[in-house]
């Protein structure tokens, strides 16, 4: 029906901060309600007042038009992806993921609605889904919904799991290359971006993406020490992940028991001393990196307060602001009261926005005491308290062995997610690269699925203009060969173990699920899978016995 904006091909779509329905075109056939994988969509009649809001926000998108004014209920249909081939002696393409979080997910998606297209999937740790599994906060359950559709990916009889594979460790690209058609990378973005001041990496300071990763029990950061023993913490940046961080310091433990929360955080979180959450930027409100929707949902979940000069610079703004989505986060900063008035429930923490504060050193000799800001703009410098210090700056691509990689982008080289000689501009034959390692880190879980798409058509297009070179080894070599070097590789029969054996933990308490944060019990969970069932015998062989 075409009433949902941005498409992929509008302009604004790679950096809008949700979609929109027009209610003109929409004819409430329900279609898109439930083909939503996280069921973001529901009918405003059955908002609950947090969601109130976004009704008013989804109106302002589309201009008033003229009584009577009908919408043809014209369709953009997605681009399709050119049929992949298989010529005279050639193999059905056979395609390497490396990576399991969205990107690599919706490109598998993609290329398994090819006729006769296998994809085997890698992901360095024994359970998938990547930043949904261990980046999205507990509290945002409806988010991680989507790993639903990947479980359906993952069902599919031409779709392999090597989990607890390593690329770069247990095989090598060239490895994938031997047994592939074409290998892409969708490994993310996965190092943060660091703040280079004084004091920076003593006791008491670390980044908000390893909190987050603690939070969910992610088995690298399970035992990151985490002090909440002082009554404030302090954030540098605010985005998303800022916010996130800001709004389950501050939550009430009890709700935090009924998601996915990691025990050992939930313990700590029930023994925490914060009072306050400070979320500092270098910049001024209009500049804030937040997207609108988390604005909406943090104001309508936490106690969230100004300072009375910060208020100043919101009024200030706001007067300026002429660009719609600014003006609106503007507006709701508006309502927000000064940080000296009365809480709204005693006993509970609140969250403070502070404005053009750039952080000038970490305070403190063994561990963290405060953290001393120059205001921006001026040479005044003020101190605030804290015994936690993290920071949310943004985050960079890692390098990936035998592929070239721009130091300045911190993402691969890539032309539509063809991997390219960043000396030549010639393509890297078979080599491709999906969401943030192809794109920088922008977006969010959505946005991989059209940069996804891009570089599967890229790849198929390849594929059959004969630019791909047949496997040398054979199809079952693979699997030895993997098992040969990782003798504790778990596949998919493995995983839906773990996966039950999580759920089933979490089931006695009222939990989604209680995450196994040791690789150890993780193997132990996937070991207990059942035996994979005997292959069919052909007619033969029932014929012979």
Known sequence: MNCIHPTPDEPGFATSEMLYIDPAACVDCGACVSACPVGAIAPDGRLDAKQLPFVEINASFYPERPEGEKVPPTSKLAPVIPAAQV???????????????????????????????????????????????????????????????????????????????????????????????????????????????????????????ELVAWINGHPDFADLPVDLSHERVVIVGNGNVALDVARVLTANPDDLARTDISDRALAAFRASAVREVVVAARRGPAQSAFTLPELVGLTGSSDVVLSAADQELVAADLAAATDPLTKRKLEILSTLVDDSAPPHNSGDPRIRLAYRLTPNRVLGHHRVTGVEFAVTGTGELCRLDAGLLLTSIGYRGMPIRDLPFDEATAVVPNDGG?????????????????????????????????????????????????????????????????????????????????DAAEIARGGADGRPRNKFTEVADMLAAAAAAEPAPPPRRGLLDRLLG
């Open 87 to 209: 010529r005279a002696r050639r193999r059905p393409l056979t395609v390497a993921v490396v990576g399991s979080g969205p990107a690599a997910m919706y490109a598998a998606d993609e290329l398994l609605t090819q006729h006769g297209v296998r994809v085997n999937v890698f992901e360095k740790l024994p359970t998938p889904y990547g930043l949904v599994r261990a980046g999205v906060a507990p509290d945002h359950q409806n988010t991680k919904r989507v790993t639903r559709l990947f479980d359906r990916v993952t069902g599919h009889r031409r779709f392999r799991f090597y989990l607890n594979v390593e690329v770069g460790r247990h095989l090598s690209h060239a490895d994938l290359l031997a047994h592939h058609h074409a290998v892409m990378y969708a490994v993310g973005a996965p190092d943060d971006r660091r703040l280079e001041i004084e004091g920076m990496g003593m006791a008491g300071t670390g980044t908000a993406t």
């Open 418 to 498: 063809r991997v390219v000689d960043p000396d030549s501009g010639a393509p890297v034959p078979g080599a491709y690269v999906a969401g943030w390692i192809k794109r920088g880190p922008s977006g969010f879980i959505g946005t991989n699925k059209s940069c996804s798409l891009q570089t599967v058509q890229a790849l198929v297009a390849d594929f059959n203009a004969g630019k791909l070179s047949d496997p040398a080894a054979e199809p079952e070599a693979l699997a030895k060969l993997v098992h040969a070097r990782q003798p504790d590789a778990v596949d998919a029969r493995g995983w839906r173990a773990i």
